[in-house]
């Protein structure tokens, strides 16, 4: 019987970004354009929504030959930073499930296109997001 990989993306905390910080934002200047905001009024957003970024991770994911080999099963949370430009920098591994699931998510995160960026006031910020990745046999 031939086993079937699932990958299970999960979203947090409403429209499917789980902001990494909760602080209150302080008002924006042209000196502070480098300040990572966490909490701001337009939330930084996949271009075409979350269901385009969960067609994105379904198409491009794949399990580590190893990983299969090994069995290796967990949940991987990412965390990056969303420019102002759209380009995603930072990625980092913020809750591991061994190297190899966590090297796939990261390359992931790493490979996705531009996202519309997080704005406050008409202005565009960076922000820090977390994704979380289950990885998982079925």
Known sequence: MKKRLIFIFFAMFGYGYALANTENTPEASEK?????????????????????????INKNLVYPKEAIEQ????KVLVSFIVNTDGS??????VKSAGKLLDD?????????????PASNKGKKFRTKLTLPFNFKFN
């Not at 990572?36 to 271009?47: A, C, G, H, L, M």
């Not at 069995?71 to 967990?74: D, R, T």
């Not at 995603?88 to 591994?93: A, K, L, M, R, T």
């Not at 490979?111 to 519309?116: A, R």
Request: hydrophobic share 40%; net charge negative; charged share 30%.
């Open 88 to 93: 995603i920098s930072d990625v980092e591994v």
């Open 71 to 74: 069995k290796i099963e967990g």
């Open 32 to 56: 502070d354009s480098d300040y990572v905001y966490v909490r701001i009024e337009q939330k930084p957003q996949f271009e075409g929504g979350q269901q385009a970024l969960l067609d994105y």
């Open 104 to 116: 796939e998510a990261i390359r992931l995160v790493n490979e996705m296109p531009k996202w519309i």
